[in-house]
């Protein structure tokens, strides 16, 4: 960030949420006897990063014991394949498009599906369902269906206008991207497997940021570390600082903030359909059950993804995942959860993310004040 004398900065990290979030994620750490993690909250408002922590982290005042693993700051240096937490993107390009409602029914059975030499499994058979109970399940079958209905250079473009493959505007070191591979270079099977979170690559604080566009009406609120900080707020002296890491084009009332590039990406009444689907995956029957919060209504999304060892996948190795947000309501935060190679016979999202999800979100919804709504 470059300097500017006599400017005031102000981080949007909440130190109380911050201290929420490390605790929950140490100990969930822990409890799996996992490799790492990282879990982001944002303002699902705004974009405002209200925590952004990873463990293994350190001590800065005991330098002497400071490795390279320990500094890694996760949650935006690190990509990975996001599983089926990615699977909302294409649920909504197929509503937008009109391919479906959220009721159309699609035929899973008999819990496999073939794609030229490949075969794609569900956990289980689920038969026909609708498209919403589709995402409250996580039907990789459902999804593959639905990504092969649609053009894949207009999957391609959906997947850019959420922020996937560019990373996000942040003045801090190091900042992942991700990668979407060239539409013109994918095969069937490839097209499938991106709709459920395979062949593609995020940050955790590019997944957060993504689901701004389902807490509110369809718009994209870039995440930000710098909060705008309103003229009579500032001592005597010092000057309104604004933070410009977006190249698309100025706001006229606040030129330059993240905030001002917010962006349309899906409409108001899709946004809201996947909010309802959201909710029914956290719910009775869905894969987030364990992500609920006592007097909240919450909605989320769970995802188990392999991990690549080399250029294959190791077996029984994953990441769980679990994005959501809370109360639904009216969406105030997000949260988004990554833990790392979770040991024993717990590693889906559900399992191992959901509850940590619960916990930061419950404890911050307390700590803002916000009021139960269920």
Same mark, same amino acid.
């Given at each position: ?251 006229? @009332?606040? %030129?330059?903030?993240? =905030?001002? $590039?917010?962006?349309? #990406? /899906?409409? !108001?009444?899709?946004? *809201? ?66 833990? @790392?190679? %979770?040991?024993?016979? =717990?590693? $889906?999202?559900?399992? #191992? /993310?959901? !509850?940590?999800?619960? *916990? ?15």
């Amino acid at each position: 960030m470059p300097a500017r004398n006599g400017a005031l900065v102000q981080l949007t990290i909440d130190r109380r949420i911050q201290q929420l979030v490390y605790a929950q994620l140490k100990a969930a750490i822990a409890k799996h006897r996992a490799q790492a993690g990282s879990v982001v909250v944002l303002d699902a408002r705004n974009g405002e990063i209200l925590a952004l922590a990873n463990y293994p982290s350190f001590d800065p005042n005991d330098r002497a014991r400071l490795t390279g693993r320990q500094l890694r700051n996760r949650a935006v240096v690190d990509t990975f394949e996001p599983g089926s937490t990615i699977k909302p993107v294409v649920v909504a390009l197929s509503l937008d498009a009109g391919k479906v409602r959220p009721q159309t029914m699609i035929d899973t059975a008999p819990g496999s599906y073939r794609i030229g030499p490949n075969v794609i499994h569900d956990t289980s058979d689920h038969g026909r369902m609708t498209v919403a109970e589709a995402l409250q399940k996580s039907s990789n079958i459902a999804l593959a269906k639905l990504a092969l209905n649609l053009p894949a250079e207009t999957i391609w473009t959906t997947y850019q206008q959420y922020g996937l493959g560019h990373a996000p505007q942040l003045t801090f070191p190091g900042v992942a991207a991700g990668k979407v591979r060239p539409y013109e270079r994918w095969r069937p099977i490839e097209q499938a497997t991106m709709a459920y979170g395979y062949g593609l690559s995020a940050s955790l604080l590019q997944l957060a940021q993504l689901y701004t566009v389902y807490a509110g009406d369809g718009t994209l609120r870039p995440a930000h570390l710098l909060r705008e900080t309103a003229p009579d707020a500032l001592p005597q002296g010092a000057s309104r600082h604004l933070v410009s890491d977006v190249k698309d084009k100025p706001a006229a @009332d606040l %030129p330059g903030h993240p =905030a001002a $590039y917010a962006r349309r #990406v /899906t409409t !108001p009444a899709t946004a *809201a359909a996947i909010r309802t689907m959201l909710e029914m995956a956290t719910g009775p029957g869905g894969t987030g059950q364990t992500a609920s919060i006592e007097g909240y209504r919450v909605g989320g999304k769970t995802g188990t993804a392999r991990k690549q060892v080399g250029a294959t996948y190791a077996k029984n190795r994953y990441r769980a995942l679990f994005a959501g947000m809370a109360p639904m309501s009216d969406p105030r935060l997000i949260v988004a959860v990554m833990i @790392d190679d %979770p040991a024993g016979r =717990a590693f $889906y999202g559900g399992t #191992v /993310t959901g !509850p940590v999800f619960s *916990a930061v979100a419950g404890g911050a919804l307390q700590l803002l004040g916000v009021p139960p709504d269920a």
